[in-house]
């Protein structure tokens, strides 16, 4: 008889909203592979994890956050936006994958990233734009989130080698658990066209 896979847990509390910095390293490498048209809009800033390092890059960021974490514009829902701000071209970000308190569940998690990456196409779709989000590699895999990716136009997916650690706590801050990837949808490529892949760190 096959025992059962533990569950493999990371001893920390999860954090209210998903609210997990992403760390400079992960930005950069997508900007070392993938060149952006226009301004770009960050619509779960968080903190500016990802809009500084923009803008380090030489692009004007639109930032915001449905809650208030001291950077870009607060209160601004994603799934209220009907289009994207003046003069973006872009959306880059790190989507909450689900509630991040004590209610979340798998089903909840997974509907509320499907909804975001749904509506994320549908914006950049109206804008010819293109939508590059931060993923874990094994979430590409699943059957509603390979339907729903094969229905845009995905340009390149960028695979981590390395994986993210999202708490730093000196010695006793562990590897992370997960591979993540960036998928790069744009608009303004032939459709036809066959999404590259590239593996980075």
């Known amino acids: 008889m096959r025992s059962s896979r ?3 847990r990371s001893g920390y509390d999860r954090k209210a909203d998903d609210y997990y910095p992403t760390p ?7 900007l070392r592979h993938v060149r952006f048209r226009g301004a770009v809009w960050e619509p779960c800033c968080g903190d500016g994890a990802i809009a ?12 915001s956050d449905a809650a208030e ?6 209160g601004m829902n994603f799934f209220d936006c009907t289009a994207f701000p003046p003069d973006c071209g872009a959306i880059v970000t790190n989507p909450p994958y689900g509630d991040g308190g004590a209610a979340r569940t ?5 509907a509320g990233m499907l909804g975001f990456v749904r509506h994320g196409l549908t914006l950049a779709q109206q ?9 874990r590699f094994q979430w590409i895999a699943g059957r509603r989130a390979a ?3 094969s229905s845009g136009p995905l340009q390149t997916v960028l695979v981590l080698t390395r994986r993210i650690r999202w708490f730093e706590m000196g010695e006793r801050t562990k590897t992370g658990q997960h591979h993540h990837a960036w998928l790069v949808f744009d608009y303004a490529c032939d459709p036809r066209q066959s999404p590259r892949i590239v593996f980075a760190e």
Do not use: M
């Open 6 to 8: 533990p569950v493999h």
């Open 24 to 30: 400079g390293w992960v930005t950069a490498c997508l």
């Open 52 to 63: 500084r390092v923009l803008q380090d890059h030489g692009y004007s960021v639109t930032a």
């Open 69 to 74: 974490y001291g950077f870009g514009l607060a």
């Open 106 to 110: 798998v089903s909840n998690a997974s």
């Open 127 to 135: 804008a010819g734009g293109q939508l590059a989000l931060l993923v």
């Open 147 to 149: 339907e729903l990716i």
